[in-house]
């Protein structure tokens, strides 16, 4: 079974400046995928980014940076440069790579407020 | 290309009463799953249907179905409501079925039961 932790119920920070959100998780399988999404209070869950348990690098897209550590079994997530849009829960979830295994299990996210 | 999209948006029962939401998956994407998101369970997961059958479910009762159509548009039905099945029901389509596809979301269906 996984299971996905996000100790931080919220955080703030000054528009501009860098954050990172905690995720650690626990799993048995051998190969499994890391996701962060965003969710605006609209409620649409909105992809950020991908790691996969053997990618050598850490993920980066645009100001959103994946810092991995397997060893650790964190995948935090660095927003770099926050903006005030970037304010709204984020949930940081996984899932196995078996053949035939597609659901996400998810933390209990963390609610972000950028400061103006 | 258009994203996922759910029908309708919002919706009002009555305990007792059944319902059905609705999901258009992203074009191409076979794949298309069921989440529930509650203020108390958070996002748990309920099933998965892929070419038209359903390949995993998660821990909910035998109340809550779905089916998935040959385009792969997919439909989730809940009989005789009750006030805890209050929630956001989210729609995520992906491509395939591999470990590394990423799933992506519809807006959801704020279903209220009163």
């Known amino acids: 079974a996984q299971k996905i932790t996000q100790t931080q119920p919220g955080m703030f920070v000054q528009e501009k400046e860098a954050v990172t959100l905690d995720c650690t998780y626990d799993?048995?399988?051998?190969?499994?995928?890391l996701f962060w999404y965003k969710q605006p209070s609209s409620g649409e869950m909105i992809f950020l980014i991908y790691?996969?348990?053997?990618?050598?690098q850490n993920a980066t897209e645009g100001r959103y940076s994946l810092n991995f550590q397997k060893a650790r079994k964190s995948a935090n997530l660095v927003i770099s440069a926050s903006q005030l849009g970037d304010s709204a829960m984020y949930f940081c979830?996984?899932?196995?790579?078996?053949?035939?295994?597609?659901?996400?299990?998810f933390g209990t996210g963390t609610r972000l407020t950028v400061i103006p | 290309k258009a994203g996922v999209t759910q029908t309708p948006r919002y919706l009002i029962k009555t305990r007792g009463q059944q319902v059905t939401l609705s999901c258009s998956p992203i074009?191409?994407?076979?794949?298309v799953s069921w989440y529930q998101q509650t203020p108390g369970q958070g996002l748990q997961f309920l099933f998965e249907?892929?070419?038209?059958?359903?390949?995993n479910k998660g821990n909910f009762p035998g109340r809550f179905s779905g089916r998935q159509f040959s385009n792969s548009r997919s439909e989730m039905n809940v009989s005789t409501l009750e006030l805890g099945d209050s929630a956001l029901y989210l729609c995520?389509?992906?491509?395939?079925?591999?470990?590394?596809?990423?799933?992506?979301f519809g807006p959801g269906t704020r279903l209220l039961v009163l």
């Open positions: 995520a389509s992906s491509l395939g079925q591999g470990g590394r596809e990423t799933q992506y």
């Open positions: 799993t048995s399988d051998p190969s499994y995928g």
């Open positions: 790691q996969g348990s053997y990618d050598q």
């Open positions: 979830a996984m899932k196995s790579e078996k053949a035939g295994a597609n659901n996400l299990f």
């Open positions: 074009s191409g994407h076979r794949s």
């Open positions: 249907y892929f070419s038209e059958t359903q390949r």
